[in-house]
């Protein structure tokens, strides 16, 4: 156990619909990245936090959204959703920034639109 | 950004042998980190690993900072071992992940 919680494990919902995915950091990790990992993208990283402010983004989609809370848990918000959104979401947590920075992984959230 | 090549991207090994999964990047990173993603989906953070070599049972890595690469290599395979190995690597940016390299153990 990574000490990474994401919620739900598995969500099923239909094309145009909007879910909220939901990660608590490992306890003292002020950092949280999320991640998506498709058949045909691989592991691609979406946006980072840091102790409740963004750091960095990357290949989010303008539909996709995300905040950390002042408890350091963080959500990510899909809209819109389509076919091609499905896919399995990650989120991880670290201590500290920068090179010395070791990520830990939740289990995930695999998300399916029909 | 940097690019990240895994080889070989997949693997087939009898329990009991050994093997060398390798990573290259395109440029010098300050931080690299293998993982491995269990049939389940989960990602295990093995080593972290920006230069040098650890060990942590019959796992072990080895990063040649300057020739930009790392190694990972796997003795006596178990079939607990099955799944996708991820190499990541940063510069600046958050972790960039390779493509990976799936193994499968056979008993």
């Known amino acids: 156990d990574s000490g990474v919680t994401q919620t739900p494990k598995h969500l099923i919902t239909a094309t145009g619909q909007r879910v909220t995915l939901r990660c608590s950091p490992r306890s003292g990790d002020l950092s949280v990245y999320w991640y998506q990992q498709s058949l045909d993208q691989g592991l691609q990283f979406l946006i980072h936090y840091y102790n409740g402010e963004e750091r960095a983004k990357g290949n989010i989609l303008e539909r996709f959204s995300a905040q950390q809370f002042p408890d350091l848990h963080s959500e990510l918000n899909l809209s819109s959703l389509e076919l091609g959104d499905s896919a399995l979401y990650f989120c991880a947590s670290s201590l500290q920034q920068g090179a010395g920075e070791k990520l830990f992984f939740g289990s995930g959230t695999q998300l399916s639109v029909l | 950004g940097i690019q990240v090549e895994q080889s070989p991207p997949d693997l087939i090994l009898q329990e009991g042998a050994n093997s060398t999964l390798r990573c290259n990047f395109s440029?010098?990173?300050?931080?690299l980190q293998w993982f491995h993603q269990n049939p389940w989906g989960q990602l295990i953070n093995l080593f972290y690993i920006p230069s040098g070599t650890k060990q942590n049972g019959r796992l072990s890595a080895t990063t040649v900072a300057t020739e930009r690469y790392s190694l990972l290599y796997i003795s006596s395979s178990q079939t607990t071992d099955s799944g996708v190995y991820f190499c990541a690597g940063r510069p600046n940016t958050p972790l960039v992940f390779g493509k990976g390299t799936r193994l499968s153990v056979i008993a």
């Open positions: 440029d010098s990173v300050n931080n």
